[in-house]
């Protein structure tokens, strides 16, 4: 089966830094672009980043550019999210995603909670 | 960036009766490559997103057939046949043709 698994979420003060963390099993993660979407509590959804099968291409929103930077690890099946100078408005479920734009494939993990409070 | 605007932001639906949300685009959602990279996506509650429609009128796995996609270019409508209980859920169109991809506002569609 497959399985998307994010850690590295908890409580952070504005300025702070966290590093996401995606594990994936059940299918070839080396042969897929992936993404991070993230919502804010009550809110709707936002892609925050994709990146290409071999992290030659990396995609950001523009309220997170220049502050997270997302990255994998094809050998490990691992996707990353490293969050710099987070913000109280990057509070939010961090979920790991698929990003198959054109063809039967998307799956999703349960995500992981970032908050953002002094 | 592409702004996805969805009518209504709330669906009161009765069991068996047909539903249908739309979604607009503030620009053409036709790719370079031909194709139309719009999504529909259900999020039923305390769930993950689960993409139900891909290209404008593609199923996902396991997706029932009571959901279909259409429209072109800025506009898109799901539709669902006759709603069951478990379609009760907040209902997102995404576009993926231009970077950074979008979501709409999300429909909640409730019994």
């Known amino acids: 089966d497959v399985e998307l698994v994010e850690s590295g979420g908890g409580l952070v003060q504005p300025g702070g830094s966290l590093r996401l963390s995606c594990v994936v099993s059940g299918f070839t993660f080396s042969s897929y672009w992936m993404s991070w979407v993230r919502q804010a509590p009550g809110k709707g959804l936002e892609y925050v980043a994709t990146i290409k099968v071999d992290g030659s291409e990396k995609y950001y929103v523009d309220s997170v550019k220049g502050r997270f930077t997302i990255s994998r690890d094809n050998a490990k099946n691992s996707l990353y999210l490293q969050l710099n100078s987070l913000r109280v408005e990057d509070t939010a479920l961090y979920y790991c995603?698929?990003?198959?734009?054109?063809?039967?494939?998307?799956?999703w993990g349960q995500g992981a909670l970032v908050t953002v409070s002094s | 960036d592409v702004v996805m605007t969805q009518s209504p932001l709330s669906l009161p639906v009765t069991l068996g009766q047909p539903a249908s949300i739309s979604c607009r685009s503030s620009?053409?959602?036709?790719?370079?490559?031909?194709?139309?990279?719009l999504s529909w996506f259900q999020q039923r509650p305390g769930q993950s997103p689960r993409r139900l429609i891909y290209k404008v009128s593609n199923w996902d796995s396991g997706v029932p057939d009571r959901f279909s996609g259409s429209g072109s270019g800025t506009d898109f409508t799901l539709k669902i046949s006759r709603v069951e209980a478990e379609d009760v859920g907040v209902y997102y169109c995404?576009?993926?043709?231009?970077?950074?991809?979008?979501f709409g506002q999300g429909t909640r569609v409730e019994i």
């Open positions: 620009q053409s959602l036709v790719h370079s490559d031909g194709n139309t990279y």
């Open positions: 995404m576009q993926a043709t231009h970077w950074p991809w979008t």
């Open positions: 995603a698929t990003a198959v734009r054109g063809s039967r494939f998307d799956y």
